[in-house]
Each structure stands twice: as C-alpha cells, then as structure tokens.
C-alpha cells in the first residue's frame, strides 16, 4: 500500500498561484502513476492532471492546461500541482490519487486510482 498526503492549500486572490505537494509513504513511489483530480462543493470529483511512474507523459484536463504544472521527484516521495493564473472556478478540494504502473495509464478514470489523499482546500477569492 502506498499512503497520500496533500499540503499547501489556502486562500489566494484571483490571478495568484498555489503550489499543492502531495507526499506519499509505503510502497516505492516509482510503482506508481501520479493524478490529481478536484471537487468543488455540490460538484464530482474531476481530473485536474496526471503524470506517468517515471514522468514521461503529462496529461492535464482542458480547463487548467497552461495554468498548471505537474511534477514529481521519485527520490523525495513527491508529486507537486503549481497552479497559476488562479480563478475562482479553481476552488475545490484537491486530492491526488496513485495507480500501479503496471495497470494502463488513464489519467482521467479516477476509478483506476487505488490511493488517494485526504485532500486540501484551495479557495480563490475574486
């Protein structure tokens, strides 16, 4: 099992940026696909972006490509989401989630992931 933390949420302006980390213990970090996904209250839960075991491929849903920058380093454990450019349609939860690498990366079937985070709370005030 691998266990998933997010951090660095809060409140930030319209136009600010946020840089979410999630940290993961367990299992090695490598055997896993890294995705975030969101959910705004009374709203599903909808992927943001994700990132292959070994960060060869990045995909990002329409509504933040070019906004939001995915990461990870295998070595710390990490997976980061900066966002910039903020909006107040941004406001969620945010949570990321990891699969195994030896299932198919699908970065927006969120039913794939088998970890998830508890998430963290950005707002954005217009």
């Known amino acids: 099992q691998v266990q998933l933390v997010e951090s660095g949420g809060g409140l930030v302006q319209a136009g600010g940026s946020l840089k979410l980390s999630c940290t993961a213990s367990?299992?090695?970090?490598?055997?896993?696909?890294i995705g975030w996904f969101r959910q705004a209250p009374g709203k599903g839960r909808e992927f943001v972006a994700a990132?292959?075991?070994?960060?060869?491929?990045?995909v990002y849903a329409d509504s933040v490509k070019g906004r939001f920058t995915i990461s990870r380093d295998n070595a710390k454990n990490t997976s980061w989401l900066q966002m910039s450019s903020l909006k107040p349609e941004d406001t969620a939860v945010y949570y990321c989630?990891?699969?195994?690498?030896?299932?198919?990366?699908?970065?927006?079937?969120?039913?794939?992931?088998?970890?998830w985070g508890r998430g963290t709370q950005v707002t954005v005030s217009s």
């Open positions: 367990g299992r090695a970090f490598s055997n896993y696909h």
């Open positions: 989630a990891a699969h195994s690498f030896l299932k198919s990366f699908t970065p927006p079937v969120a039913n794939t992931y088998d970890y």
């Open positions: 990132l292959r075991w070994n960060g060869a491929i990045t």
